[in-house]
């Protein structure tokens, strides 16, 4: 439908009806057809955050410094503030959130991370506290997360910790450099990596490491660990090496660990799909049916002694002394390369990021409040760097630790602080009730929790197969294939690596557009790509429109790609094909859409121009806005294109001066118009 001009209605045209997607290129009114030129000067903008936060301008150094302090800090903004009208949905959360967490992070470090106990329920606590302190996000909840723990576990096996100081050594470093490479990423803004990551080299990244995390933990329980130590599956043994033995073994299972593992799983997803059928009794979602499985499998082990005998459990047993470590650095181990370790860091904290700032943006958009990524950088690299001088593994995000914090009503981040005391109260005196706690449950704690990641991939899969992105369903094979075969280093930078190759690739590929004119206007241009067998090509004038910034990442390919728009008037035509355009003796640069060009981008520019000038092709601009107007003077491209003479409010204008030009040469030819 057309669109009412000056408030009025508009009449029906008689004439033939187009696509009314006509943002692009309206040169038929010209009052309505002015682009507003950039002024010289900064533009004060609000800050993202509430206005208390805004500093006033003159103010004095120390008021400043207080406006920043909370900004950096926010508990110094949200705590002032507190109403204890929240407390009672803070303290419910996080106490419901801690008896998720603590079986969690007991299963994390032992099963995964191969560290003790308590090392996962320091990950917990310190970092817990950090975040709660310099987060934004009210809901996330901070802790040991399976595949990062499954990473620690892995580098700690490829340095051959057996050597349990050796093991939590390497796992220290691994948390610190974290810490900091994080820290390092909020500081110099890099918050945007989370839109850098392709979706679909994530799903097979994530799909693969549930897979293989299942793979690992069936070696538990089914209650094969001794034996596959005995024939050398460990760690560093690849997971189709896994499946072979776990096949070549499987008459050797023990029968009392096997039905124990599958009971706890049983029990965890029967219990999860019952609080998702039962929705009449609310109280229901705030069962911890994970601490419900750890408390009934402990009790029933040490009351029928399930331990004792050859084919016995295998338990938790003893932790060394509960208590919380003084801060320190460990030092570094013979035969360890702290490279190495800074690699694997690298890897963990771009991936938990990742997850960690998805989550904080999902809630923060529920409850419509902001986050910043730059600040989610900051916060978690200082509860790693924390976590990693009291001898915790990494700790990042979890989304389903997240889901029951935002269920069970947390308001701010005090319900962090709360779960990660009840924590701290478990280092300090529930430790010895887990002597009897079998690890085959806490593998089926960790199955579970790979099962979850595992939820998503379905739906995923079915949207690219209906969709028909075969490139996107090849990229998740290619990081599924990689993570299983290699292992979950190779399927991290497959998918690290990829995801930026495929942003540069983009970057570098300028977006311009070959314009045409609408049959029966004078005036009136669209891109011929969107209106095909509409828009019509002018013989030998080239209309180019420029959709975006120039810059020097995105002018290298520029010559080229004019080059095929003048030979072939598409981009999709293959270059060994014929001609299919005559030549071309005018060119029109429609810069509209071209908000700014670097010093890179303007040299290149000068150079097309040149080139055209001395192949006799006319060359005008149309819509140069003034803040790179000064630049085309300085660079003498505005000279080089003909001067003053060819710059131009429309492309209309531009037509009609070139239809002057060829009457004035050649009287007789007929118009273009």
């Not at 599956?233 to 050797?252: L, R």
């Not at 997850?355 to 409850?367: L, P, R």
């Amino acid at each position: 439908m057309a669109h009412p001009r000056n408030g009025q209605p508009s009449q029906p045209s008689p004439t033939r009806q187009y696509p009314a997607n006509d943002a692009s290129d309206s040169d038929e009114d010209a009052a309505n057809e002015r682009t507003p030129f950039v002024k010289r000067g900064r533009v004060y903008q609000q800050p993202d955050d509430d206005d208390e936060l805004a500093v006033t301008p003159g103010a004095d150094a120390w008021t400043t410094f207080r406006t920043r302090l909370r900004y950096y800090v926010p508990v110094l903004r949200w705590l002032p503030h507190y109403s204890m009208d929240s407390f009672g949905h803070d303290f419910i959360a996080g106490l419901t959130v801690a008896c998720l967490i603590i079986p969690q992070s007991l299963s994390y470090a032992t099963a995964l991370a191969h560290l003790d106990p308590v090392n996962g329920l320091y990950s917990a606590f310190v970092p817990g506290v950090m975040y709660a302190i310099f987060g934004t996000s009210r809901q996330l909840s901070v802790g040991p997360e399976a595949l990062v723990s499954m990473m620690v576990g892995t580098a700690i096996a490829q340095h051959g910790a057996a050597d349990p100081n050796t093991a939590l050594a390497v796992g220290c470093f691994i948390t610190l450099f974290v810490g900091l490479f994080t820290f390092f990423l909020g500081f110099v803004r890099l918050g945007f990596l989370d839109s850098v990551l392709s979706r679909a080299l994530l799903r097979g990244f994530i799909t693969a490491v549930a897979v293989v995390v299942i793979i690992e933990q069936s070696i538990t329980l089914f209650g094969l660990r001794e034996r596959a130590e005995h024939v050398g599956i460990g760690e560093d043994s690849s997971t189709v090496e896994k499946i072979v033995f776990i096949a070549e073994n499987f008459s050797y299972i023990q029968r009392l660990t096997t039905i124990v593992s599958f009971s706890s799983i049983a029990f965890l997803l029967g219990f999860g799909t019952l609080k998702k059928r039962v929705t009449k009794a609310p109280w229901l979602q705030f069962v911890p049916e994970i601490l419900l499985c750890v408390i009934l499998f402990t009790v029933l082990t040490g009351v029928f002694r399930w331990d004792k005998g050859k084919d016995g459990l295998a338990i938790l047993g003893a932790t060394k002394e509960a208590g919380l470590q003084f801060p320190s650095i460990p030092k570094v181990p013979e035969g360890v390369s702290l490279r190495s370790l800074f690699g694997t860091s690298v890897l963990i904290s771009i991936i938990g990021f990742v997850e960690s700032i998805v989550i904080s943006k999902q809630y923060a958009t529920k409850h419509n409040y902001s986050v910043s990524p730059n600040r989610e950088l900051v916060a978690l690299g200082v509860a790693n760097i924390s976590g990693g001088l009291f001898q915790a593994i990494p700790a990042f995000g979890s989304m389903a630790r997240s889901k029951i914090n935002d269920k069970a009503g947390a308001r701010t981040q005090l319900a962090g602080f709360i779960t990660a005391l009840i924590v701290l109260f478990a280092i300090f005196f529930l430790l010895p009730y887990f002597f009897y706690l079998p690890k085959a449950v806490l593998a089926g704690i960790i199955c579970v929790a790979a099962l979850s990641l595992l939820s998503e991939a379905p739906h995923d899969l079915k949207f690219i197969w209906q969709i028909q992105a075969w490139f996107d369903l090849g990229l998740l094979l290619l990081t599924f294939v990689t993570t299983m075969a290699v292992s979950i280093e190779a399927g991290t930078l497959i998918a690290i690596a990829l995801s930026f190759l495929l942003v540069i690739k983009t970057s570098t590929y300028p977006r311009i557009t070959i314009m045409g004119r609408m049959p029966g206007t004078r005036g009136r241009f669209r891109p011929i790509k969107d209106y095909p067998g509409i828009a019509e090509h002018i013989d030998g004038v080239l209309i180019i429109k420029i959709e975006e910034g120039l810059y020097f990442a995105n002018t290298g390919q520029l010559k080229d790609r004019l080059h095929r728009l003048e030979v072939f008037g598409d981009m999709s035509v293959h270059p060994s094909e014929e001609a299919r355009l005559n030549p071309v003796s005018h060119v029109i640069f429609d810069v509209e859409n071209m908000p700014y060009l670097d010093a890179s981008a303007a040299q290149i520019l000068r150079e097309i121009v040149e080139a055209y000038r001395a192949r006799n092709i006319q060359v005008y601009f149309v819509k140069l806005r003034e803040n790179s107007r000064e630049l085309f003077v300085k660079s003498e491209l505005l000279e080089r294109a003909g001067g003053e003479s060819h710059l131009f409010g429309r492309t209309a204008d531009a037509m009609d001066f070139i239809e002057r030009e060829r009457q004035a040469l050649h009287p007789s030819e007929v118009q273009i118009y």
